[in-house]
């Protein structure tokens, strides 16, 4: 039903910056949240943030707070991350996911059907 494609990953150093792109395709996408999770190795996934297509509403993760942002592009029908401020600790496999998310609130990852492959971000100190 909904296809999301990760792009834009990539290795940059600590205090710099890069934007991931999630490509959307799906019937049901305009209604959806789409959210940004990430996974380093050793750790649980983490919630990034997320957006509400239609309404624009967004929440952040307290550990990308100030310093990501994330966004929408109704034309291109993407979703986009800019990150800035980045820090080594930002390394991780960055995913993209989509879901209603009807019930319950749209940072929790169990709540999305829909994801992308993941992106690499490395962040060197």
């Known amino acids: 039903q909904v296809q999301l494609v990760e792009s834009g990953g990539g290795s940059v150093q600590a205090g710099g910056s890069l934007r991931l792109s999630c490509a959307t395709s799906?019937?049901?996408?305009?209604?959806?949240?789409v959210a940004w999770f990430r996974q380093a190795p050793g750790k649980e996934r983490e919630f990034v943030a997320t957006?509400?297509?239609?309404?624009?509403?967004?929440y952040y993760g307290d550990s990308v707070k100030g310093r990501f942002t994330i966004s929408r592009d109704n034309t291109k029908n993407t979703v986009y991350l800019q990150m800035s401020s980045l820090k080594p600790e930002d390394t991780a496999v960055y995913y993209c996911?989509?879901?209603?998310?009807?019930?319950?609130?749209?940072?929790?990852?169990?709540?999305?059907?829909?994801w992308g492959q993941g992106t690499q971000v490395t962040v060197s100190s």
């Open positions: 996911a989509a879901d209603s998310v009807a019930r319950g609130f749209p940072t929790i990852s169990r709540l999305y059907a829909y």
């Open positions: 799906g019937r049901a996408f305009s209604s959806y949240w």
């Open positions: 957006i509400n297509w239609s309404g624009g509403q967004t």
